[in-house]
């Protein structure tokens, strides 16, 4: 509102400055008001016509404004003209095709020295542990929200959102040297054996890989990882739930958890869905952490336990080592493929984020 | 029928008990991984900083000793590339969005696009610099054609950009219209009195944003596999390839010897500690409301 009131008011000293200066060489050059004025007028004027620099300004803003587009549009670009080679080879069916390898009688879907390149493995890694990652990341976010925005006492409930803050705040790369030297060995010792004896009849989990990577592992430190932004945006979007909703249901004769799960998450169920969502995008894309204990094998397996490889972690162990054109294409197209897919997934969790963060202060009033 | 009923709210408290058990136990399972980080980081990191680390580069492998006196170099390098790219572009699309465009779609298509950036995996924005600077050789991008410091910085400095930008935006919306309306009834020109009154007020929040764009970027890994490539000597020269210390951690950690093993887990603790006090003083401004004070 303001701002259209603002400007008429830059434009005055403008006409202030035509009609003085008429006035003053014109009607009466000895007026002793106008002499007195003068000077303060003079130094109002001699800030100058702000008329053009105002307008370079905005344009120059403006411009900035436009490059975030700019941006989108070049990576979406690049990664198509460098990706031509591949879709002229394989076409769509790069997403799907297989290839059984003759001596072996098994499939083969990413031989980079016969030229045979399939992104389907890669794309079995990413699904399932992302999913891996939620099954185990959305649990703990929520209840870690709950907790915090429900139960906690006031004292500890800032030290324990930055602690959660904090755990956003470290690099991949350092989740992954965790993960490396201390997740895998635990995992590898500990808990994989235990899942074998126990869930080993599922066919999920399978004793035949010694190393401790594979999927299980690229699962647990990508939860560990998209735990933060889950849990603040849960947080979020449960904060905005007016509190008269929770006065309504106790007034009710409620207990608390009935307080939070008929007041409190079934109002902010949309935007807790566009918080998993968030962190589902995040898990697609990242990529160190997963890459240095996933395993590194381009193969589908059902256990969870066998080594594995992601769409975004193939691109970073073999990007630097690719000799042919056609590998490097193959790569670029699994990360045109890994862009359109976060941008899909991070616009629909950024439209319901934005439809309750958005709609819950007019309700609340 | 009143046994029923005692049974039903017995039933009930017992759950509301349960699920405060399990809300308690979900936080305490979300903190034992960043506690078990923490301490891990400083046990192993700590034990292998000395003077060295930060003074000498790398020895060749097998031998001990050694530091990463050139990855640090390198990653201030790039990093600083990336400021001067990222935290203009980044303040001047928050402007955009807080002082000319409240409100309109374009404002709105701007604020929805910078949130999708955001989220853009970093290493499809390595390829796509790789593809733009690095792959090819054009004589309207500088230092195209081959691996270089600054295809790197300006892959870091992209990334910069939607985070800067969206922070500006959220402290310029901070300030109060009655300071925009003090300094335009001093006829100052609007640009001035977005530059100097508005976003001055509201500088302490912008440059915290800054930080946090800053710590992000100051641990990438994927962008620069492909763009800075690393260097095992010290360099300090854009045209030519860049260690940057969460590179060399990565290559640390892969390879086979506890030397370079003990560099990456001392690489990590420092790169931690940088991270953490940049995290926490953008706490200290943002919760001591600084902006608060100009209102």
Known sequence: MSVEVKVPEIRVPRSLREQPTSSRTGKSPGDPIQEEQSPVRRFLLSRGNSALADRCFRWLMVLCAYSIFAIVGLIAWRLMVSSQLTWHEFGVGFFWKSFINPETHRPLYWDPVNGFFSAIPFIYGTLVSSFLALLIAVPLGVGLAIFLTEMCPRALRGSLAFLTELLAAIPSIVYGLWAFFVLVPLLREHVNPLLVSLLGWTGFFENDNPTGLGFLAGGVILAIMILPIISSLTREVMMAVPHSQREAVLALGATRWEMIRVGVLRNARIGIVGGIILGLGRALGETMAVTMVIGDAPEIHKSLLANGNSMASVIASEFSEAVSDMHRSALIEIGLALFLVTIVVNACAQLLVWAVTRGAPAQAR | ?295
């Open chain 2, 1 to 295: 029928m009143a046994s029923k009923q005692s049974l039903r709210a017995r039933w009930r408290a017992w759950t509301d008990a349960g699920v405060t058990v399990l809300a308690i136990l979900a936080t305490l399972t979300v903190v034992a991984p960043l506690a078990a980080i923490f301490g891990y980081l400083i046990y192993k990191g700590a034990s292998s900083l000395n003077l060295a680390f930060f003074t000498q580069i790398p020895k060749p492998e097998g031998e001990s000793g050694g530091g990463m006196a050139n990855a640090i170099v390198g990653s201030g390098v790039l990093l600083a590339l990336a400021s001067a790219i990222g935290i203009p572009i980044g303040i001047g699309g928050g402007i955009f969005l807080a002082e000319f465009g409240r409100g309109t779609k374009l404002a709105n298509a701007v604020r929805f696009t910078a949130d999708v950036l955001n989220g853009v995996p970093s290493i499809v924005m390595g390829l796509a610099v790789y593809s733009l600077v690095v792959s090819t050789h054009s004589r309207f991008i500088p230092f195209s054609g081959h691996f270089s410091a600054f295809s790197g910085g300006v892959a870091l400095g992209i990334m910069m950009i939607p985070t800067v930008c969206r922070t500006t935006e959220e402290m310029l919306l901070m300030v109060p219209n009655a300071v925009r309306e003090a300094a335009l009834g001093l006829g100052l020109p609007n640009w001035r009195s977005v530059l100097s009154i508005t976003v001055k007020t509201a500088s302490p929040g912008i440059i915290t944003g800054c930080m946090l764009a800053f710590a992000r970027v100051a641990g990438e890994t994927a962008p620069l596999i492909f763009t800075a490539f690393g260097n095992a000597f010290m360099n300090s020269n854009l045209n030519e390839p860049i260690e940057a210390l969460p590179l060399q951690i990565w290559v640390f950690a892969i390879s086979p010897y506890d030397d370079q093993h003990r560099l990456a887990w001392a690489g990590a603790l420092v790169l931690i500690v940088l991270i953490v006090l940049a995290v926490s003083l953008v706490r200290y401004v943002t919760g001591r409301g600084v902006l608060k004070g100009a209102s």
